[in-house]
């Protein structure tokens, strides 16, 4: 059974920075994409960064783009989320995504559209204070 548990969400003043941690248990992840998502109160759950099975493609939502970062370390089956320069706007429940069985070896571009992650974490929050 696939499971993902996130860590290293907080609280930390704009412009610092976080590490999200999402280590993954379940299958052999170096055969999937994997995904990070958000989700402010009263909103819906967003699109954040992808990264492709090989590692060769990687995906940011504009608002990120420049300063986040999605990283893997297979041997340790997780998926990092280095986020620098952080804004208020940054704040939201934070979770990692991954793809159903069936998306082994995935050979496009990663979905950022949400219904297309069949298993999520259980979420870490990051605050970001002005």
């Known amino acids: 059974q696939v499971q993902l548990v996130e860590s290293g969400g907080g609280l930390v003043q704009a412009g610092g920075s976080l590490r999200l941690s999402c280590a993954a248990s379940?299958?052999?992840?170096?055969?999937?994409?994997m995904g990070w998502f958000r989700q402010a109160p009263g909103r819906e759950r967003v699109f954040v960064a992808a990264k492709s099975y090989n590692g060769g493609t990687t995906l940011y939502a504009d608002s990120v783009k420049g300063r986040f970062t999605i990283s893997t370390d297979y041997a340790k089956n997780t998926v990092y989320l280095q986020m620098n320069s952080l804004r208020p706007e940054d704040t939201a429940v934070y979770y990692c995504?991954?793809?159903?069985?069936?998306?082994?070896?995935?050979?496009?571009?990663?979905?950022?559209?949400?219904?297309?992650?069949?298993?999520w974490g259980q979420g870490t929050q990051v605050t970001v204070s002005s």
């Open positions: 995504a991954a793809p159903p069985d069936s998306d082994t070896y995935f050979y496009y571009t990663p979905p950022t559209d949400n219904q297309r992650y069949d298993y």
């Open positions: 379940g299958r052999t992840f170096s055969r999937y994409y």
